[in-house]
């Protein structure tokens, strides 16, 4: 190279051009740039040497200016198409050549700034360039059209985020879900969310923080979430929604019932059918009757919703009710296990119409023990739709004019005592029942009732008779049981303070119930065998159990053998379990969200039990409201002990929680 030869080199990517000056060491040159500033340049940084003239600094803005008319991309295409046909290579001086009609310097490092740049029709290997084939220039283009889209949705995806986040409404399009659902999966599931790119990228446009937290926020503050959002249920399988097709599917359900495949339906229009649930209550699987028999005993009637009568094993309705397997009782709602207009019209027990039911006909003796039973799929007509509190009362009022309620709490709690003598395990806490409706939380304390313990027994009692039938003709059913639990003795109990400490402490002692297709002992129930028939419109593995008993009272083959309600019962059991889950953290949130909202307030606290007593960390149950939660106690405390607190801090969406006691009272006192 001679010294004012014009060259090409690369400083940090970018092109500079600079004139040889003099060698430098052994292999660089050093070069002068337009600007008066030395370069030591090695060879390898060397990209392009003007041929054919020398310059100087000086003349580097002209040179830069002559080449100016030259750079127009779109001239390679018409090259390209001549040697793409001749399979040719170029040089960037035989390109300047068939470009220009001539070889001067400025035009041959024109034709090589062209092929350099290029991105679409030529590749290099060496010093010359190739013609890339007809497809893959194809290919390359769509690739460009597809990137300038992709460059083009994402601009005006930002400009209605930044209107959206200004307050003003906007339409979002089709293109903006994919980077709308990648926030809502790194706010859901932070690093193990997939597909993360354009949410992170969304957060660094934006410069907000590239975190769940981050994400979280951005949704709320552009309308997509509410601040409580919830999480437990977006990170869980459940689908809030039934399909188009579903919808479909139970509309012609409405329309056009299909043919009733029990066609021998036991009418039991003439019985008075009480139906006792919750106020809120829309979904009415259960009814209760007392049959007064001619040679003076009492035949006590359970009537459990039939869903059996719309659907087949299978069918759309049946694999969507598989796939939610429970209703999920949420406190901002439910989420239904059927679609709604079929859950609240025709699959339940609405009073004055005319239903249809699964009913267990029973007769005991004088102890409460199964003397006799019979099951039938059957004709009722709703008589009276009732609350807890109705029942309550009338049990209380000793109402002549329902003389069938006082019987059936009679026999229930004969059923009580009967389960007792057995064996059963009677545990009585108090239950938070939240309600949140249009960002209003309300609290009650479902308690112990006389209602509650008549309809409960009635349904372990339906329970019972299902799976004797199930145990007598050999049903594969999905039976419950329960190992018998290692109680603390009498002893220990009676050292505890009565009421929920004492409960507490048998409480997490038992073992937790299992599902199987063998029939076993049930050890809180006090029973031998046991299945759950009675909410057959909220729980699947309720309606697998109505499956197999009506197939066989009609001498039908069952729909499912043995191995397949196995597999059932176990995929059915995984969801069910998820949805507890989400149920229990769901609850749990708004539990802490109310407390957070009444950090004035004083609530009574009862010390329960302890988690780790070395650590002085236990159990409080908050009375007024059900609530319990862990605290970590400032002082010494005793079981069963009560204190005055309130919140001094409370974050739902981190779940923390702490509390303050207003008067520390001294230990001695406490005990007594």
């Known amino acids: 190279m001679d010294k004012g030869t014009l060259i090409e080199f690369r400083l940090h990517g970018e092109r500079r051009l600079a004139v040889a000056e003099c060698p430098d060491g052994k292999k660089n040159w050093k070069v002068t740039d337009e600007q008066g500033l030395s370069h030591s340049i090695p060879p390898r ?39 793409v046909e001749e399979n040719q290579s170029v040089e960037p001086a035989e390109m300047a050549q068939l470009l220009f009609s001539d070889q001067t310097p400025a035009q041959c490092y024109a034709a090589y700034y062209l092929l350099s740049e290029d991105k679409l029709y030529f590749k290099q290997k060496g010093d010359r360039y190739e013609p890339r084939s007809a497809v893959m220039v194809a290919e390359l283009k769509h690739q460009q059209e597809v990137e300038k889209q992709r460059q083009q949705e994402w601009q005006e995806f930002l400009e209605r985020v930044q209107h959206r986040l200004c307050g003003k409404l906007v339409e979002w399009q089709s293109s903006d879900r994919v980077r709308i659902e990648a926030l809502e999966r790194v706010a859901v599931l932070g690093d193990e969310a997939s597909h993360r790119a354009p949410a992170l990228e969304t957060l660094a446009a934006l410069k907000r923080p ?6 979280f926020q951005l949704l709320v503050d552009l309308g997509q979430w509410t601040v409580h959002e919830n999480l437990s249920l977006r990170r869980s399988q459940t689908p809030t929604h039934f399909s188009t097709k579903v919808l479909d599917v139970a509309q012609s359900c409405l329309n056009s019932p299909p043919p009733d495949p029990d066609t021998n339906r036991l009418d039991l229009t003439h019985l008075k059918v009480y139906t006792i649930d919750d106020e809120s209550t829309q979904e009415i699987d259960d009814g209760l009757s007392l049959e007064y028999l001619e040679d003076g005993r009492e035949r006590l009637w359970v009537h459990i919703a039939d869903p059996t009568r719309l659907l087949s094993p299978g069918d759309d309705l049946d694999l969507e009710a598989r796939r939610r397997s429970t209703t999920l009782y949420l406190p901002t709602g439910m989420i239904p296990m059927f679609p709604p207009e079929l859950a609240t019209g025709p699959m339940s027990l609405v009073q004055g119409r005319i239903c249809y039911a699964l009913s267990f006909g029973i007769i005991l003796d004088e102890t409460g023990g199964v003397r006799e039973y019979t099951i039938h799929p059957s004709s009722i007509k709703p008589t009276y739709r009732l609350t807890y509190e109705d029942v309550d009362e009338m049990l209380h009022l000793d109402l002549r004019t329902e003389p069938e309620i006082s019987a059936i709490a009679q026999w229930a709690k004969r059923r009580q005592t009967w389960r007792l003598s057995q064996g059963a395990i009677s545990i009585s806490m108090p239950e938070a029942i939240i309600k949140v409706h249009e960002d209003d ?26 799976a004797r039938y199930g145990q007598t003709h050999s049903l594969a059913l999905p039976f419950r049981h329960q190992p018998q639990p290692e109680l603390p003795s009498d002893e220990e109990l009676i050292l505890l303070p009565a009421g929920p400490v004492r409960a507490c402490a048998i409480r997490r002692c038992m073992p937790r119930s299992e599902m ?25 593995t309720d309606l697998l159990a109505h499956f197999q008993l009506k197939a066989h009272l009609r001498g039908d083959p069952l729909p499912f053998s043995a191995e397949q309600m196995q597999e059932l019962v176990m995929s059915v059991s995984a969801a069910v379990k998820e949805a507890t889950s989400v149920e229990r953290q769901t609850q749990r949130y708004w539990g802490l969200e109310y407390l957070r909202r009444h950090t004035n307030e004083v609530w009574q606290a009862l010390v329960l039990r302890w988690l780790r007593e070395d650590d002085n960390l236990g159990l409080i149950l908050l009375e007024e409201l059900g ?28 779940d923390e929680i702490h509390f303050q006691e207003l008067v520390a009272q001294p230990a001695q006192h406490a005990a007594h």
Do not use: N
Not at 456 to 466: D, H, P, Q, S, T
Not at 635 to 651: F, H, M, P, Q, W
């Open 627 to 654: 609530l319990e939660l862990a605290w970590r106690f400032p002082r010494s405390v005793t079981l069963g002990e009560r204190l005055e607190i309130k919140v001094s801090y409370a974050d739902p969406r981190k």
């Open 516 to 540: 199987s297709i063998t029939p076993a002992r049930h050890a809180s129930l006090g029973l031998d065998t046991y299945t759950q028939v009675t909410s057959p419109i909220r729980r699947y």
């Open 441 to 466: 939380i309300t609290i009650d304390v479902m308690e112990d009732s006389p209602s509650r313990h008549l309809v409960a027994e009635m349904m372990i009692l339906a329970g019972e008779v299902a």
């Open 45 to 83: 940084q060397l990209s392009y040497e003007v041929k054919g003239a020398t310059y100087k600094p000086s003349e580097i803005a002209l040179f830069k200016k002559e080449i100016q008319p030259y750079l127009d991309p779109s001239s390679l295409e018409v090259a390209w198409e001549f040697l």
């Open 210 to 215: 590239e975190t769940p937290q981050g994400a």
